[in-house]
C-alpha cells in the first residue's frame, strides 16, 4: 500500500470547518483513499473513503486531488467530541483487505 | 444494533504466562481483523479471517500468537510466553464483506499489559 503523510498535529476552534491535509504521492490507480478516526480509549471508526471523486456524508467531506496525490478531508464545522486522532490510509483495491495506519494527525478542537 | 465487543477489557499477566483474547463480532460479518496498537502509535495489523480461515496471518510477529475462528464468528487470539513487549492494546475489526468496500468497525479493545 502507498505511504501517506499527514501533520502530526493541528488545533481547530469549536464550530469552524477542519481541513486536514494527507499526502499519497505514490499512489497507484488501484488504490483508495480511506479516512478513520480514533477517539482517546476507543477503536478507529470509520469517516469517509473515495477514489477520484470527492465525496460526502454526514460526518465529513473528502476531496482529492486532480492527480491524487492529496487529499483533504473536511470536518465542516468541528465539536469538542471531534478532538482525535485521524488517519488517512491508502488502500489496495483488489488484493488487500488490512487497514495500513501511520501515526496519523492529533487534532484538538479548542473552544 | 450490538457493536465489536471485546474480552476482557484489561488483561494483566506476568512475563511466560499464556493469555486468550476473546472478539465478538457483528453478526453477520464474514471478515475479522486483529490489530496491536502500542502506545502513541497507530493500529498494526495481525491477521485477517474470511468466514473460518486466515486469510492473511502476515501480521503476526512470531510463532507465540495464534488465532482462530472455528465457527466462522467469535475468534480467540491467543499468545504464548508472553514478554513485556506484548504490552498493547489488541483491537478486533470485523466487516461485512472483504475487500475494499467492506467498512471495518472495530472493537473497544483489551489492553494487555505484561509485567
Known amino acids: 500500500d502507498a505511504k501517506t503523510t499527514q501533520p502530526t498535529s493541528m488545533d481547530c476552534a469549536e464550530g469552524r470547518a477542519a481541513n486536514l491535509p494527507c499526502n499519497h504521492s505514490t499512489i497507484s490507480g488501484n488504490e483508495y483513499v480511506y479516512w478513520y478516526r480514533q477517539i482517546h480509549s476507543q477503536g478507529p471508526q470509520y469517516i469517509i473513503h473515495g477514489l477520484k471523486n470527492n465525496e460526502t456524508n454526514e460526518m465529513a467531506s473528502l476531496i482529492i486531488t486532480e492527480d491524487r496525490k492529496s487529499s483533504t478531508l473536511i470536518l465542516p464545522h468541528a465539536t469538542l467530541r471531534d478532538t482525535a486522532v485521524y488517519y488517512c490510509i491508502v488502500r489496495v483495491g483488489a488484493a488487500g483487505n488490512k487497514l495500513t495506519f501511520g501515526g496519523g494527525t492529533r487534532v484538538l478542537v479548542k473552544p | 444494533g450490538a457493536g465489536v465487543s471485546q474480552t476482557p477489557s484489561n488483561k494483566v499477566t506476568e512475563k511466560g504466562k499464556y493469555v486468550e483474547l476473546r472478539c465478538d463480532p457483528i453478526s453477520g460479518h464474514t471478515a475479522l481483523y486483529w490489530y496491536r496498537q502500542s502506545l502513541g502509535q497507530g493500529p498494526e495489523f495481525l491477521i485477517y479471517?474470511?468466514?473460518?480461515?486466515?486469510?492473511?496471518d502476515s501480521g503476526l510477529p512470531n510463532d507465540r500468537f495464534f488465532a482462530v475462528r472455528p465457527e466462522g464468528s467469535v475468534s480467540t487470539l491467543k499468545i504464548q510466553r508472553t514478554e513485556r513487549g506484548d504490552s498493547a492494546v489488541y483491537l478486533c475489526?470485523?466487516?461485512?464483506?472483504?475487500?475494499?468496500?467492506?467498512?471495518?468497525?472495530f472493537g473497544p479493545g483489551t489492553r494487555l499489559t505484561v509485567l
Open positions: 475489526a470485523s466487516s461485512l464483506e472483504s475487500g475494499v468496500l467492506g467498512e471495518q468497525f
Open positions: 479471517f474470511q468466514g473460518t480461515g486466515a486469510a492473511d
